[in-house]
T-cell receptor, first 115, second 116 residues
Framework: ETGVTQTPRHLVMGMTNKKSLKCEQHLGHNAMYWYKQSAKKPLELMFVYSLEERVENNSVPSRFSPECPNSSHLFLHLHTLQPEDSALYLC??????????????FGQGTRLTVV | AQTVTQSQPEMSVQEAETVTLSCTYDTSENNYYLFWYKQPPSRQMILVIRQEAYKQQNATENRFSVNFQKAAKSFSLKISDSQLGDTAMYFCAFMKAGAGSYQLTFGKGTKLSVIP
């Protein structure tokens, strides 16, 4: 256990559905991240939040909408997804942005399948 | 832009033996950090070891050690006395140093199987 918890662990949704992924950490970290892990591809950074403010949006389609209501919680709201969005979505947190190459702690991911 | 290459998609090793996983990277930066992360079937990415580029001494964590060759831009991971619990995907990652730097660039990973 790394202290980063993601729910749900698995999610199957239709292309017209709306769902949300949740990430929670109580490590006192100030930075939180969403990554996408697809088969045979390197992890892709999607969003970065620092002190609840979005720092990075790596050209992610608008059908993915992040929300960071406080430094302990991070959400990824999903709507009208495509089958190619099926992947493992990993949340991570770190003490602060890139402080001394600080370690990122990852959750166990949500396995998303879009049908 | 940085790139990280792991040229071995899959490897296997006998229990108690030693195995080395390769990683090369490309960057124009002089100060950076390198990491090896492990992702077991539970899917949780766990940091195995990290190396600061300004340090010449290779990092070591118990059975895990690295061979960091800055000039060659090589960062291999050696696992000694392999255990069944070492079976996992291993990812090499790069991060630029500097205030506010946060982008981790990952390789595609190496799937390691430890055989009893």
């Amino acid at each position: 256990e790394t202290g980063v918890t993601q729910t749900p662990r698995h999610l199957v949704m239709g292309m017209t559905n709306k769902k949300s992924l949740k990430c929670e950490q109580h490590l006192g970290h100030n930075a939180m991240y969403w990554y996408k892990q697809s088969a045979k591809k390197p992890l892709e950074l999607m969003f970065v939040y620092s002190l609840e403010e979005r720092v990075e949006n790596n050209s992610v389609p608008s059908r993915f909408s992040p929300e960071c209501p406080n430094s302990s919680h991070l959400f990824l709201h999903l709507h009208t997804l495509q089958p190619e969005d099926s992947a493992l979505y990993l949340c991570a947190s770190s003490l602060s942005l890139g402080f001394m190459g600080t370690e990122a702690f990852f959750g166990q991911g949500t396995r998303l399948t879009v049908v | 832009a940085q790139t990280v290459t792991q040229s071995q998609p899959e490897m296997s090793v006998q229990e108690a033996e030693t195995v080395t996983l390769s990683c090369t990277y490309d960057t124009s930066e002089n100060n950076y950090y390198l990491f090896w992360y492990k992702q077991p079937p539970s899917r949780q990415m766990i940091l195995v070891i990290r190396q600061e580029a300004y340090k010449q001494q290779n990092a070591t964590e118990n059975r895990f050690s690295v061979n960091f060759q800055k000039a060659a831009k090589s960062f291999s991971l050696k696992i000694s006395d392999s255990q069944l619990g070492d079976t996992a995907m291993y990812f090499c990652a790069f991060m630029k140093a500097g205030a506010g730097s946060y982008q981790l660039t990952f390789g595609k990973g190496t799937k390691l199987s430890v055989i009893p």
